[in-house]
């Protein structure tokens, strides 16, 4: 099964959002985001599997929480060349 990170900039973003996502019965895992992710190198991001995207995305438009970007979680991001999604393909 496929599985993205959804990175914030912060772990009470990603706090915030799995609480929302526990009150709906949704369990997901937090973790510090991938060096070749992150700028700052102090962000967090939670592992979803790729169909769970557009209900995550749905619960921080619903409360206020801006995602720092949508990644597929693969070789790619070890090697520092991440696959990014775009708005089309996480509507698919």
């Excluded at 959002?17 to 709906?24: F, G, I, K, P, V």
């Excluded at 060349?81 to 708005?87: G, I, K, L, S």
């Amino acid at each position: 099964m496929a599985h993205c990170l959804v990175v914030f900039a912060s772990l009470n973003q990603v706090a915030l959002l799995q609480r929302a996502l526990n009150r709906e019965k949704v369990y997901m895992e937090m973790m510090r985001t991938p060096q070749s992710l992150s700028s700052t190198g102090c962000s967090f991001a939670v592992r979803c599997n790729r169909a769970d995207v557009p209900l995550v995305l749905q619960t921080c438009s619903k409360w206020s929480i801006e995602p720092g970007g949508v990644f597929d979680e693969t070789e790619e991001i070890l090697s520092g060349r991440p696959r990014v999604f775009t708005e089309d393909e996480l509507e698919q």
